[in-house]
Structures are given as structure tokens and as C-alpha cells.
């Protein structure tokens, strides 16, 4: 069954099913959500709180989504390409759409190991 996640505001409601966020970036209160169709949204909402949200809300779909640092939470599923030393994360959703997004040495370090241990 399709999970959705539900972010009500005081003047807007976002329902978006679960496999369709690519990836969710913060600045400060702020949180940009953008979906598998290039589409996005600003939320008024810190990370912790879009984290917490997404634990609640999606109990079966929710471990796809992993915070990067301080400002980053990606779904997993769009994960296409991962360069340390370029501190460089691409996420791919089809082949017209594709993220290129940068994070830390460590964070992409640990992962690149997540992903890798998965796989074994």
C-alpha cells in the first residue's frame, strides 16, 4: 500500500506519496521538499521536525529516507552516484531528472558504507 506524507501548515496542506521525495534540503525554518517530477515546495518547518514527520507518518517507507548532515535529508531509492572527493551526491529520478547535491566528506563517507554493507 502507498504511504503518503501530509505537511499541514496554517495556510497550506502538501500530500505527497512517499516514493516521490527525492530529497528534503533546510535553511534554517525552512525546508525545501523536491519531488521525483522537478516539482518543489518550501515548508515552514526545521529538518528535525520534517524527520520526525517522516518517522510518524511513514512506518514502513521511512527507513528510505537518510539525513546528511545538517541540511539534508535524500531518499535512498534515487541514489545514483556517490564522489568523495568531490564531496558531490547525485540523485536521479528518470533519465530527464537528476539532483547534483553536495555534502561532506564524512557524510557521504558514511553513506557510501551504508549503501555498500547493504549490498553485501
Excluded at 13 to 26: E, G, H
Aim: glycine share 4%.
Amino acid at each position: 500500500m502507498q504511504e503518503f506524507l501530509v505537511i499541514s501548515t496554517s495556510v497550506d496542506l502538501v500530500r505527497v506519496a512517499s516514493d516521490d521525495i527525492v530529497f528534503v534540503s533546510s535553511d534554517g525554518n525552512y525546508s525545501s521538499f523536491v519531488f521525483a517530477s522537478s516539482e518543489s515546495r518550501i515548508v515552514t518547518l526545521q529538518l528535525g521536525q520534517v524527520e520526525r514527520l517522516l518517522a510518524k507518518q511513514l512506518p514502513q517507507s521511512g527507513s528510505n529516507f537518510i539525513r546528511i548532515g545538517k541540511s539534508l535529508i535524500i531518499n535512498r531509492l534515487y541514489i545514483h552516484y556517490i564522489n568523495l572527493h568531490k564531496q558531490l551526491l547525485v540523485l536521479t529520478a528518470g533519465q530527464m531528472v537528476s539532483h547534483t547535491l553536495s555534502a561532506s566528506k564524512e557524510a557521504l563517507r558514511q553513506l557510501k558504507e551504508l549503501i555498500e554493507k547493504e549490498t553485501k
